[in-house]
């Protein structure tokens, strides 16, 4: 019986690691954030301008600009992304397991 609550414990423990090390290896870096913002401000182009074209080259125009405004903090866990204009930060995401999630503020953002 003693045998038994000690494996489940350490299948826990286990568990808990694995979930921590998959968390630090899929960490988004700020290129994904930056991708991801990318996809979000397309996203937010009315209906009738989009097009392949216009997010091609809205991506080959929005990518070094935000390359200097956006800053991603890594606390390794997660990532933090944030914008910083006119000496204003905001908070725009947040990174874990690889993917990016974004505050409401990105929606301020429109074109």
């Known amino acids: 019986?003693?045998?038994n609550g000690k494996s489940r414990r350490f299948f826990r423990w286990l568990l808990f690691?694995?979930?921590?090390?998959?968390?630090?290896?899929?960490?988004p870096d700020k290129d994904k954030h930056i991708e991801k913002l990318n996809?979000?401000?397309y996203d937010l182009v009315p209906d009738t301008e989009k097009s392949s074209l216009v997010k091609t080259i809205g991506t080959l125009v929005?990518?070094?600009?935000?390359?200097?405004?956006?800053?991603?903090d890594n606390y390794y866990l997660f990532s933090v992304s944030k914008i910083g204009v006119l000496g204003?930060?905001?908070?725009?995401?947040?990174?874990?397991?690889?993917?990016v999630f974004f505050?409401?503020?990105?929606?301020?953002?429109?074109?």
């Not at 929005?62 to 991603?72: A, E, Y």
């Not at 505050?103 to 074109?111: A, P």
């Open 39 to 41: 996809e979000k401000l």
């Open 62 to 72: 929005s990518n070094p600009i935000l390359d200097k405004v956006v800053t991603v």
């Open 88 to 99: 204003k930060e905001e908070t725009l995401g947040y990174g874990v397991f690889g993917m």
């Open 103 to 111: 505050t409401d503020k990105v929606n301020d953002l429109e074109y």
């Open 1 to 3: 019986m003693a045998q």
């Open 17 to 27: 690691l694995a979930i921590i090390v998959t968390a630090i290896v899929s960490n």
